[in-house]
């Protein structure tokens, strides 16, 4: 498993804003539909179609405690899942946040 919580640091340090998602779920569509409503540039992975998604996700869940899709990174440090991300956009927060990684 280290080697994908690895290759998910890995990720997140390379670029301001990620998604790691699944195509069917409704929570990583408001993630994705907050995102794309402020502007913001993001890497997604798309766990249902990668061939190491459950890998993935159990590195997720040792990084930040949550094996739950979406979870969204901003500058590195995950700010949460669907909910949360639409709670940031409301509040503002959200444009902020991107903006200042440079990711819009």
Known sequence: MSE???AV???VGQHGV???SKTYCPFCTKAKKALKDV???YELIELDEVDNGSA???AL?????????????IGGTSIGGGDDTVR????GELL??????GAV
């Open 9 to 11: 640091n890995e990720m």
């Open 61 to 73: 869940q040792s990084i930040t405690g949550q094996r739950s899709v979406p979870n969204v990174f």
């Open 4 to 6: 994908h919580v690895d």
């Open 39 to 41: 502007g913001a540039k």
């Open 56 to 58: 993935i996700q159990d």
């Open 88 to 91: 940031l956009q409301k509040s």
């Open 96 to 101: 902020t946040k991107v903006t200042a990684v």
């Open 18 to 20: 990620v998604v790691y």
